[in-house]
């Protein structure tokens, strides 16, 4: 391992993540924005993106235990290439298909990726960078991936508004292709681990094993992964349906300038998950984890404004600068928060389970979510006119679940 933060292998990592991550944002910011001008429906957006997410929860153990098991270059040269042929096939069967089915099975693929990728990335940092740096290539990794997000959704909302769907795809397809031959020259250390029996016999075993470091080893972790869920279901959830269906559905925008603005939006998120990312770099040796629950009350506290805007401002634009505001803070916030987290996780947990851990908290965490994007995108289907209130309902239900969070953090010693 060496000592150097960024080694060369390391250093490959992070050119391979800015590329793909790029190419992971536009497209997931285009599928969605196009199905949404297509029908409208926040409930149709909601259950879709719903269907979207459950392929990740399913695939994040499997990839942790191939993170394990398998050579963790490998895994990410062969997924980035695979999602390059999913948009090439996207692309062709479009004009000729079903497009509400086809852009659920394609986003379920690409979440379903996603989901057996990450662990990978987070399991390579272990193998490459010395433990006093976890915190700042923890740091890094989160803000390539605020970075890319930055930019995917800006330009993807240029180019979606100007041209159309078509050239986005192009741009995303050979983003992937180029990740995958950059990720080839990666070197990292892979010690082959033996095998109970079957495949399936394998995967019981070690997906057993980290539940059992989760809940018995570790239980703070176990405690903080149920909070982490109930954020994920009352508050991610929210801003994920909340910030498309108000910019481009509920505020007086005209069409293509709502487009453009919901692009700016989703950059303005990423911009705040960069910032956070740098400054939980900077400040990574001041930074102590039993605090960490504070950084919750914050993003929930952020919520209220938005509710308080739609119930004072009738203008859409001054709609729209509070949301993207107050979208800005809870992303600093919450992205600190998980550096801080995935740091920790790493530190405490062997070498052998930290793929298979990560995958399990990855997992758990992502449960919540396709429920909360269905709850809401029904939510907001009931409450038009009334769209405060199910952003308040969010915002108070939010907030008692982060005091809970910071009671378990605050007891670690």
């Given amino acids: 391992m060496n000592q150097k933060l960024f080694s060369k292998d390391f250093t490959l990592v992070v050119i391979g993540q800015i590329i793909s991550l790029f190419g992971n944002a536009t497209i997931r910011f285009a599928l969605p924005l196009y199905l949404l001008n297509l029908t409208g429906s926040s409930a149709l957006y909601g259950t879709v993106m719903a269907c979207a997410f459950i392929p990740a929860i399913l695939l994040s153990p ?3 235990i191939v993170a394990d098991r398998v050579n963790k270059r490998n895994v990410m040269v062969i997924l980035d290439f695979f999602t390059a042929v999913l948009i090439l096939a996207f692309s062709m069967l479009m004009n000729g298909v079903n497009l509400i089915l086809l852009l659920t099975v394609t986003l379920m693929l690409l979440y379903g990726i996603a989901g057996a990728y990450q662990p990978s990335v987070q399991a390579s940092i272990p193998a490459l960078v010395h433990p006093d740096n976890f915190m700042a290539a923890n740091s890094i990794i989160n803000t390539i991936s605020s970075f890319a997000s930055l930019i995917g959704p800006v330009l993807g909302g240029v180019l979606y508004s100007a041209y159309g769907l078509e050239p986005v795809l192009w741009v995303c397809m050979i983003c992937f292709i180029l990740s995958a031959v950059m990720e ?3 070197k990292i250390p892979f010690v082959k681990q033996t095998s109970d029996g079957g495949i399936l016999r394998t995967a019981k ?5 980290s539940i059992r470091f989760i809940r018995k080893e ?11 869920c109930g954020i994920n279901l009352f508050l991610s959830a929210m801003i994920i349906v909340a910030l498309p269906y108000l910019v481009t559905e509920v505020l007086n925008l005209e069409a293509a300038q709502a487009n453009r603005l919901y692009g700016f939006a989703e950059g303005a998120l990423a911009a705040g998950g960069l910032a956070g990312g740098i400054g939980a770099g900077v400040f990574a040796n001041k930074l102590a984890i039993q605090k960490s629950g504070n950084l919750l009350i914050a993003c929930a506290v952020c919520v209220f404004p938005i509710g308080a805007a739609l119930i004072l401002f009738s203008s859409g634009i001054m709609n729209y600068i509070v949301i993207t505001a107050c979208c800005f803070a809870i992303m600093v916030f919450s992205t600190v928060f ?13 070498q052998y389970l930290i793929g298979k851990v990560i995958a399990v908290i990855l997992t758990v965490a992502m449960c919540a979510q396709p429920l909360g994007n269905a709850l809401y995108g029904v939510l907001f289907e009931i409450c038009k006119g009334f769209e405060y209130t199910v952003v308040l309902f969010s915002g108070v239900v939010s907030l008692i679940i982060a005091i809970s969070t910071r009671n378990i953090f605050s007891k670690l010693t």
């Fill in 338 to 350: 998980t550096v801080q987290a995935m740091s920790f996780v790493q530190a405490e947990t062997p």
């Fill in 218 to 228: 570790k239980p703070v972790v176990g405690k903080a992964l149920l909070v982490i």
């Fill in 205 to 209: 075993t070690d997906f057993s094993e």
């Fill in 184 to 186: 080839i020259f990666i």
């Fill in 62 to 64: 499997i990839g942790g």
